[in-house]
């Protein structure tokens, strides 16, 4: 994909053109509620994906792990749908 098409990707993923959507991320650091809208990604000058796990991968912005996405096809027992999720990496690794 071209630059801008990752980039739509991401804001897709991150769901940047809801601008009644709310995140709340509560931890044991704290609680931070943001809008996506108000971070829709801009700009970044290199956007590459790389095998993570067996389930997932790590996207990588301008080198950095940045998003972890993690495909899912069953709760185990075998009657939920497929599942993507995507969450911001850790980036202490």
């Known amino acids: 994909m071209s630059k ?3 980039l739509d ?4 993923i ?7 959507l709310y995140v709340v991320i509560a931890n ?7 809008k996506p ?7 970044i000058s290199k956007i590459e994906a790389m095998k993570g796990s067996s ?5 990588y912005t301008n080198n ?4 972890r996405v993690q495909t899912n096809a069953t709760n185990g027992i ?3 749908a497929f599942c993507q999720r995507v969450f911001f990496a850790d980036t202490k690794q």
């Open 78 to 80: 075998g009657i939920s």
């Open 64 to 67: 950095v792990p940045t998003y």
């Open 9 to 12: 990707f991401l804001n897709f």
């Open 4 to 6: 801008e098409k990752k």
């Open 28 to 34: 044991s650091k704290g609680v931070i509620i943001y």
């Open 55 to 59: 389930v997932g991968y790590v996207i």
């Open 37 to 43: 809208s108000d971070k829709k990604l801009k700009s």
């Open 14 to 20: 991150l769901d940047t053109k809801d601008k009644d």
